[in-house]
T-cell receptor, first 116, second 110 residues
Protein backbone atom coordinates (compact mmCIF):
# COMPACT_ATOMS: atom_id res chain seq x y z
CA UNK A 1 0.00 0.00 0.00
CA UNK A 2 1.03 3.62 -0.49
CA UNK A 3 2.47 5.59 2.42
CA UNK A 4 1.13 9.12 2.52
CA UNK A 5 2.34 12.03 4.61
CA UNK A 6 0.82 15.45 5.08
CA UNK A 7 2.29 18.70 6.31
CA UNK A 8 1.44 20.41 8.54
CA UNK A 9 -0.35 17.94 10.78
CA UNK A 10 -2.23 20.80 12.42
CA UNK A 11 -2.29 24.57 12.41
CA UNK A 12 -4.11 27.48 13.97
CA UNK A 13 -4.58 30.39 11.60
CA UNK A 14 -6.04 33.86 11.65
CA UNK A 15 -9.07 34.87 9.64
CA UNK A 16 -8.19 36.22 6.20
CA UNK A 17 -4.91 34.36 5.84
CA UNK A 18 -4.10 31.36 3.63
CA UNK A 19 -2.58 27.98 4.41
CA UNK A 20 -0.97 25.53 2.01
CA UNK A 21 -1.16 21.84 2.88
CA UNK A 22 1.28 19.40 1.34
CA UNK A 23 0.65 15.75 0.48
CA UNK A 24 3.58 13.44 -0.31
CA UNK A 25 3.29 9.83 -1.47
CA UNK A 26 6.14 7.34 -1.33
CA UNK A 27 5.50 6.12 -4.88
CA UNK A 28 3.98 7.36 -8.10
CA UNK A 29 0.19 7.17 -8.15
CA UNK A 30 -2.35 7.84 -10.83
CA UNK A 31 -5.00 9.67 -8.85
CA UNK A 32 -4.87 12.01 -5.89
CA UNK A 33 -7.82 13.54 -4.10
CA UNK A 34 -8.48 16.17 -1.46
CA UNK A 35 -11.26 15.81 1.12
CA UNK A 36 -12.62 18.01 3.87
CA UNK A 37 -14.07 16.71 7.12
CA UNK A 38 -15.88 19.34 9.14
CA UNK A 39 -16.26 18.81 12.89
CA UNK A 40 -18.52 15.85 13.62
CA UNK A 41 -19.22 15.29 9.93
CA UNK A 42 -18.29 12.76 7.29
CA UNK A 43 -15.79 13.33 4.50
CA UNK A 44 -16.62 15.56 1.54
CA UNK A 45 -14.61 15.46 -1.66
CA UNK A 46 -13.16 18.84 -2.61
CA UNK A 47 -11.39 17.99 -5.85
CA UNK A 48 -9.34 15.55 -7.87
CA UNK A 49 -5.76 16.71 -8.31
CA UNK A 50 -4.70 16.09 -11.91
CA UNK A 51 -1.05 15.83 -12.78
CA UNK A 52 -0.09 18.44 -15.37
CA UNK A 53 -3.51 20.06 -15.62
CA UNK A 54 -6.08 21.94 -13.58
CA UNK A 55 -7.82 20.14 -10.72
CA UNK A 56 -11.40 18.92 -11.11
CA UNK A 57 -13.58 20.50 -8.42
CA UNK A 58 -16.78 19.12 -6.92
CA UNK A 59 -19.93 21.14 -6.67
CA UNK A 60 -19.62 23.83 -4.03
CA UNK A 61 -15.84 24.12 -4.23
CA UNK A 62 -14.00 26.64 -6.43
CA UNK A 63 -10.43 27.11 -7.51
CA UNK A 64 -10.13 30.62 -6.08
CA UNK A 65 -10.88 29.33 -2.59
CA UNK A 66 -9.05 25.98 -2.82
CA UNK A 67 -6.25 26.20 -5.39
CA UNK A 68 -4.56 22.85 -5.95
CA UNK A 69 -1.26 21.95 -7.53
CA UNK A 70 0.05 18.59 -8.64
CA UNK A 71 3.47 19.03 -10.21
CA UNK A 72 4.28 15.31 -10.38
CA UNK A 73 2.90 11.85 -9.59
CA UNK A 74 3.98 11.84 -5.93
CA UNK A 75 3.10 15.32 -4.64
CA UNK A 76 0.17 17.70 -4.37
CA UNK A 77 -0.74 20.83 -2.45
CA UNK A 78 -4.07 22.28 -1.36
CA UNK A 79 -4.30 25.93 -0.37
CA UNK A 80 -7.17 27.18 1.78
CA UNK A 81 -7.43 30.85 0.84
CA UNK A 82 -8.83 33.84 2.70
CA UNK A 83 -9.79 31.63 5.61
CA UNK A 84 -12.78 32.07 7.87
CA UNK A 85 -13.78 30.10 10.98
CA UNK A 86 -16.08 28.00 8.76
CA UNK A 87 -12.96 26.55 7.13
CA UNK A 88 -11.97 24.89 10.41
CA UNK A 89 -11.83 21.23 9.41
CA UNK A 90 -9.61 18.25 8.87
CA UNK A 91 -8.22 18.21 5.34
CA UNK A 92 -7.22 14.82 3.96
CA UNK A 93 -5.48 13.74 0.82
CA UNK A 94 -5.97 10.29 -0.62
CA UNK A 95 -4.54 8.30 -3.50
CA UNK A 96 -5.71 5.51 -5.72
CA UNK A 97 -3.71 3.42 -8.13
CA UNK A 98 -4.66 0.15 -9.81
CA UNK A 99 -1.05 -0.98 -9.40
CA UNK A 100 -1.67 -1.51 -5.70
CA UNK A 101 -5.05 -3.17 -5.74
CA UNK A 102 -8.58 -2.86 -7.00
CA UNK A 103 -9.57 0.75 -6.51
CA UNK A 104 -9.04 1.04 -2.80
CA UNK A 105 -8.15 4.50 -1.65
CA UNK A 106 -5.33 5.17 0.78
CA UNK A 107 -5.60 8.22 2.99
CA UNK A 108 -3.06 10.48 4.59
CA UNK A 109 -3.22 11.26 8.32
CA UNK A 110 -4.98 14.57 7.74
CA UNK A 111 -4.28 18.22 8.56
CA UNK A 112 -6.33 19.66 11.39
CA UNK A 113 -6.99 23.33 10.70
CA UNK A 114 -8.44 25.79 13.20
CA UNK A 115 -9.30 29.30 12.02
CA UNK A 116 -9.76 31.97 14.66
CA UNK B 1 -23.61 5.62 -6.47
CA UNK B 2 -26.27 3.63 -4.68
CA UNK B 3 -27.41 5.00 -1.33
CA UNK B 4 -26.46 3.11 1.82
CA UNK B 5 -28.11 3.03 5.24
CA UNK B 6 -26.18 2.20 8.39
CA UNK B 7 -27.12 2.40 12.06
CA UNK B 8 -25.55 5.51 13.59
CA UNK B 9 -23.96 3.64 16.48
CA UNK B 10 -23.30 0.19 17.88
CA UNK B 11 -21.36 -1.27 20.73
CA UNK B 12 -19.64 -4.57 21.25
CA UNK B 13 -17.79 -6.33 24.04
CA UNK B 14 -14.08 -6.89 23.59
CA UNK B 15 -13.34 -10.36 22.24
CA UNK B 16 -16.79 -10.81 20.78
CA UNK B 17 -17.72 -10.56 17.12
CA UNK B 18 -18.87 -7.18 15.88
CA UNK B 19 -21.48 -7.41 13.11
CA UNK B 20 -22.03 -4.12 11.30
CA UNK B 21 -24.99 -4.05 8.90
CA UNK B 22 -25.41 -1.98 5.77
CA UNK B 23 -28.50 -1.67 3.61
CA UNK B 24 -28.03 -0.90 -0.09
CA UNK B 25 -31.34 -1.88 -1.64
CA UNK B 26 -30.79 0.17 -4.84
CA UNK B 27 -27.42 -1.36 -5.69
CA UNK B 28 -26.76 -1.92 -9.38
CA UNK B 29 -25.26 -5.02 -10.93
CA UNK B 30 -21.87 -3.40 -11.53
CA UNK B 31 -21.52 -1.84 -8.08
CA UNK B 32 -19.18 -3.12 -5.43
CA UNK B 33 -19.55 -2.85 -1.66
CA UNK B 34 -16.55 -1.25 0.04
CA UNK B 35 -15.91 -0.83 3.75
CA UNK B 36 -13.59 1.74 5.32
CA UNK B 37 -13.08 2.73 8.92
CA UNK B 38 -11.83 5.91 10.54
CA UNK B 39 -10.22 5.73 13.93
CA UNK B 40 -10.40 9.00 15.83
CA UNK B 41 -7.98 11.67 14.53
CA UNK B 42 -6.75 9.45 11.68
CA UNK B 43 -7.48 9.19 7.97
CA UNK B 44 -9.90 6.50 6.78
CA UNK B 45 -8.51 3.01 6.29
CA UNK B 46 -9.67 0.53 3.67
CA UNK B 47 -10.97 -2.73 5.15
CA UNK B 48 -12.50 -4.93 2.48
CA UNK B 49 -14.68 -4.96 -0.62
CA UNK B 50 -16.83 -7.41 -2.55
CA UNK B 51 -19.21 -7.76 -5.48
CA UNK B 52 -21.46 -10.72 -4.68
CA UNK B 53 -19.36 -13.40 -3.07
CA UNK B 54 -18.46 -13.34 0.59
CA UNK B 55 -14.94 -12.10 1.22
CA UNK B 56 -12.47 -12.51 4.05
CA UNK B 57 -9.11 -10.96 4.76
CA UNK B 58 -6.88 -10.51 7.78
CA UNK B 59 -9.03 -7.68 9.10
CA UNK B 60 -12.62 -8.74 8.56
CA UNK B 61 -15.23 -10.74 6.68
CA UNK B 62 -17.84 -9.32 4.35
CA UNK B 63 -21.12 -11.15 3.94
CA UNK B 64 -23.32 -10.00 1.04
CA UNK B 65 -26.87 -11.29 0.77
CA UNK B 66 -27.86 -13.22 -2.33
CA UNK B 67 -30.01 -10.35 -3.63
CA UNK B 68 -27.12 -7.95 -2.83
CA UNK B 69 -29.45 -5.52 -1.13
CA UNK B 70 -27.60 -5.67 2.15
CA UNK B 71 -24.28 -6.71 3.63
CA UNK B 72 -22.62 -7.25 6.99
CA UNK B 73 -19.07 -6.49 7.99
CA UNK B 74 -17.84 -8.91 10.63
CA UNK B 75 -14.92 -8.23 12.95
CA UNK B 76 -14.53 -11.72 14.42
CA UNK B 77 -12.80 -10.82 17.67
CA UNK B 78 -13.22 -7.12 18.34
CA UNK B 79 -10.55 -5.29 20.31
CA UNK B 80 -10.55 -1.85 21.89
CA UNK B 81 -8.50 -0.62 18.92
CA UNK B 82 -11.42 -1.45 16.61
CA UNK B 83 -13.36 1.48 18.10
CA UNK B 84 -13.95 3.66 15.04
CA UNK B 85 -16.50 4.96 12.56
CA UNK B 86 -17.20 2.34 9.90
CA UNK B 87 -18.30 3.45 6.42
CA UNK B 88 -20.14 1.25 3.93
CA UNK B 89 -19.83 2.56 0.36
CA UNK B 90 -21.41 1.22 -2.80
CA UNK B 91 -19.90 2.27 -6.09
CA UNK B 92 -18.98 0.88 -9.53
CA UNK B 93 -15.65 -0.73 -10.14
CA UNK B 94 -13.08 0.94 -12.33
CA UNK B 95 -12.00 4.48 -11.59
CA UNK B 96 -14.26 5.72 -8.85
CA UNK B 97 -14.32 8.21 -6.01
CA UNK B 98 -16.01 6.95 -2.83
CA UNK B 99 -18.82 9.03 -1.39
CA UNK B 100 -18.78 8.80 2.39
CA UNK B 101 -22.02 8.81 4.38
CA UNK B 102 -22.33 9.16 8.16
CA UNK B 103 -21.21 5.61 8.89
CA UNK B 104 -21.61 3.58 12.08
CA UNK B 105 -19.76 4.58 15.21
CA UNK B 106 -18.63 1.32 16.80
CA UNK B 107 -17.55 1.38 20.42
CA UNK B 108 -15.78 -1.71 21.72
CA UNK B 109 -15.91 -1.87 25.51
CA UNK B 110 -13.92 -4.00 27.95
Amino acid sequence: SAVISQKPSRDICQRGTSLTIQCQVDSQVTMMFWYRQQPGQSLTLIATANQGSEATYESGFVIDKFPISRPNLTFSTLTVSNMSPEDSSIYLCSVEDPFFSYNEQFFGPGTRLTVL
Amino acid sequence: DAKTTQPPSMDCAEGRAANLPCNHSTISGNEYVYWYRQIHSQGPQYIIHGLKNNETNEMASLIITEDRKSSTLILPHATLRDTAVYYCIVTPGGSYIPTFGRGTSLIVHP
